[in-house]
């Protein structure tokens, strides 16, 4: 990552003690590393969980700046925030469907919803004939992952009765791969045959098949349209390695400094009792700001290419850190530390935290000033 000028005084001037930096050359470069890998599909950001938690107006407008058309989100809410700040030649797409009742908010925003189940369909048929146009849609089949879209035979239904597509153009016909971040798995081969079976059904249409890891299976599972999330995040696509670009670093201040002596508790539970005289520094954040309390005494932050671990639990709004290794006088109130960053990626944090990149990211929320690096 380029070296970038992280505006601290600006954050701690107000109020804030900790900066998330997202780098959104980064993002352009991971989606067309993307497009590169799956160079035979076009391709879709997952922007839901507002982008993952790096801002999903900021983060569409910059793929959409980069080519990317096909912008998917989970909620009808989520679609109804980004559809405005997008020129309207983007499509936006709701993968958790059409619950009873959000027919007219996503008629009236120009939303294509995925359909998940026969009575979907239905009720937006209804919506079209009652609305005396068209509208769009994409149909999901499960192909082996239980969570959401049509079982095959509710598909066949669907393909062997088309009057209950009245006034829907389906745009793609779409599943998800329950372990495409495992290329090894043998569910990934799986659920490409069943998505063959589905797809001979309506074999006139698009089909959008692969996530992140997905993308990263081979051409067979790339189809018409890739939907990656994580890895345009800089997330591991897959346990085979991380090919993209970091794009998040957070810096967290210390907020204050203390020595104690040998037979000292630190921190709630007292968990740790210090076994020698010990310099300690608290920094400004904590468990309601993504930092897993899982991470008490697991991880650490990096200043000055050394690591400073934590100890004692993870409070809050605070962290403990052990800054003993330090020459003294080194690190005061104000200083910032790497969470994340060269020394630290998402992904090791969350393995830190037993958990994967996507929990780390989409917990990181409002209490960090937000940075964002154009080139
Ligand atoms: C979240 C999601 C994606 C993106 O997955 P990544 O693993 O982040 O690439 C794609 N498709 C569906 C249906 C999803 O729910």
């Not at 910032?336 to 090791?348: N, R």
């Amino acid at each position: 990552m380029c070296e970038t000028v992280i505006p601290f005084g600006d954050a701690l001037s107000q109020g804030y003690a900790g900066v998330l930096s997202i780098d959104l050359t980064a993002l352009r470069h991971n989606y067309h590393l993307l497009q590169a890998t799956a160079p035979d599909a076009s391709m879709a950001a997952v922007v839901k969980a507002d982008a993952y938690g790096l801002g999903a107006a900021r983060v569409a407008q910059t793929l959409y700046d980069a080519g990317c058309r096909d912008f998917f989100v989970a909620l009808v809410t989520e679609a109804v925030a980004l559809r405005p700040t997008l020129p309207t030649d983007a499509h936006v797409y709701v993968l958790n469907g059409l619950l009873p009742g959000a027919e007219a908010l996503a008629v009236e925003h120009d939303l294509i919803p995925v359909l998940n189940s026969l009575e979907q369909v239905a009720r937006w048929s209804a919506t079209a004939q009652q609305a005396g146009r068209p509208l769009t849609a994409v149909v999901q089949v499960d192909t082996g992952m239980s969570r959401l879209g049509m079982q095959p035979d509710q598909l066949r239904t669907l393909a062997a009765e088309p009057e209950r597509l009245r006034g829907i153009e389906i745009t793609h016909l779409m599943s998800h791969l329950a372990c495409a971040d495992e290329p090894e798995h043998p569910a990934n081969a799986d659920q490409l045959t069943v998505m063959a079976e589905m797809s001979a059904l309506f074999p006139h249409l698009p089909v959008s098949f692969a996530n992140s890891g997905g993308a990263f299976l081979g051409q067979a599972y790339h189809k018409a349209l890739i939907r990656p999330g994580i890895a345009l995040y800089g997330g591991a696509p897959s346990t085979d390695g991380n090919p993209m670009r970091p794009v998040v670093t957070l810096h967290v201040a210390v907020i204050q400094t203390r020595e104690v002596p040998t037979g000292t508790r630190i921190g709630y539970g007292g968990t740790v009792v210090a076994d020698r005289p010990l310099r300690l520094a608290t920094l400004s954040a904590g468990y309601a700001d993504g930092l897993p309390r899982a991470l008490s005494n697991h991880a650490g932050v990096w200043w000055q290419g050394i690591r400073l671990p934590f100890i004692g639990r993870v409070s809050m709004d605070s962290i403990i850190i052990n800054i003993s290794a330090l020459p003294d006088g080194a690190l005061n109130p104000g200083d910032v530390v790497e969470l994340l960053g060269p020394h630290q990626s998402i992904d090791d944090l969350a393995s830190a935290a037993g958990t994967i990149s996507y929990e780390i990211l989409t917990a990181l929320r409002s209490r960090y000033y937000r940075h964002y690096v154009e080139a």
